[in-house]
T-cell receptor, first 114, second 112 residues
Framework: DAGVTQSPTHLIKTRGQHVTLRCSPI?????VSWYQQVLGQGPQFIFQ???????GRGNFPDRFSARQFPNYSSELNVNALLLGDSALYLC?????????????FGPGTRLTVL | DAKTTQPNSMESNEEEPVHLPCNHS???????IHWYRQLPSQGPEYVIH???SNVNNRMASLAIAEDRKSSTLILHRATLRDAAVYYC?????????????FGIGTKLQVIP
């Protein structure tokens, strides 16, 4: 079975631009979470979606938004990019939103903002 | 949010057991303790989780203190492939609002 997939693998943008990152969860998983990981730090929670509804939001500005589609795939959008947005963006899927189950992480999208 | 505290780094000799500690003194009564690890250039990988009782799986064991304010991840025989950053996180069991906090984690170096 395919794991969590993310696209693109790498991305280079300039300040002020907009970016869309995509995630396909494991088949059967209805929950998708997004994380930002700056070099040398642990992943920081951005959003969680379940059944197309937002179920959790971290401490990120409104420039960050996300959505989940009927097939449970998800997009993370970031507007007005700043240099500080350069990071590895991770997507994780799980069967439910419950904190009991495990999350399966994708390989991430490396975003560089110049 | 309940936070966790871990040592920044640890070393272990290959084939020896490793005990990775985690403090979570503000844990709530319903929070589950999860451990993930992240190998270089990869996304985090689930290792184990528990609530109150000690837990074992094929990868590791989790020992939880009686007061639940600390826990220890135990790798019974460290291999070079276990070299990674290990994260201890807390997650609530409900299906409602979720906010997950990863700390810096413990970077484990395994010495051949």
């Amino acid at each position: 079975d395919a794991g969590v997939t993310q696209s693109p693998t790498h991305l280079i943008k300039t300040r002020g631009q907009h970016v869309t990152l995509r995630c396909s969860p494991i088949s059967g998983h209805k929950s998708v979470s997004w994380y930002q990981q700056v070099l040398g730090q642990g992943p920081q929670f951005i959003f969680q979606y379940y059944e197309k509804e937002e179920r959790g939001r971290g401490n990120f500005p409104d420039r960050f938004s996300a959505r989940q589609f009927p097939n449970y795939s998800s997009e993370l959008n970031v507007n007005a990019l700043l240099l500080g947005d350069s990071a590895l963006y991770l997507c994780a899927s799980s069967i439910r939103t419950s904190g009991i189950g495990e999350q399966f992480f994708g390989p991430g999208t490396r975003l560089t903002v110049l | 949010d309940a936070k966790t505290t871990q040592p920044n780094s640890m070393e272990s000799n290959e084939e020896e057991p490793v005990h990775l500690p985690c403090n979570h003194s503000t844990i709530s009564g319903t929070d589950y303790i999860h451990w993930y690890r992240q190998l270089p250039s990869q996304g985090p990988e689930y290792v184990i989780h528990g609530l109150t009782s000690n837990v074992n799986n094929r990868m590791a064991s989790l020992a939880i203190a009686e007061d639940r304010k600390s826990s220890t991840l135990i790798l019974h025989r460290a291999t070079l492939r276990d070299a990674a950053v290990y994260y201890c996180i807390l997650r609530s069991p409900g299906g409602g609002y979720q906010k997950v906090t990863f700390g810096i984690g413990t970077k484990l170096q395994v010495i051949p």
